[in-house]
């Protein structure tokens, strides 16, 4: 793992995870392992992760959709990330089922 991203892990502490695609498309893979889901963004504290969740999922299945339409995202990836957002949970850094972090490569 780049020590960059490790520093800003220990000293931040909240990621917002989203769940991967399934397998074949159509949809999000919510009963796949947490070390599983992709990193969204990252937050200094519970609370202004989950502000952020919360107007992801108002704001962004419209742009989603708005893409789609003029070709900017095809519409398996929006079939995708709808419901990853929906899905998306706020956790701590420091939690164990997130082991995937250190296993990244520079």
Excluded: H
């Amino acid at each position: 793992m780049k020590l960059r991203r490790a520093a800003v892990l220990a000293l931040v502490g909240w990621v917002m995870i989203l769940p991967p695609a399934k397998t074949g498309g159509g949809g999000a893979n919510v009963n796949a392992p947490l070390g599983a889901w992709m990193t969204g963004d990252i937050y200094r504290s519970k609370k202004s992760c989950e502000i952020a969740l919360q107007k992801d999922r108002k704001v962004l299945p419209g742009r989603f959709r708005e893409a789609a339409k003029k070709g900017q995202v095809d519409q398996q990836t929006v079939n995708w990330l709808i419901p990853a957002y929906a899905a998306a949970r706020c956790v701590s850094s420091d939690d164990l089922r997130l082991s995937w972090i250190e296993d990244e490569s520079s």
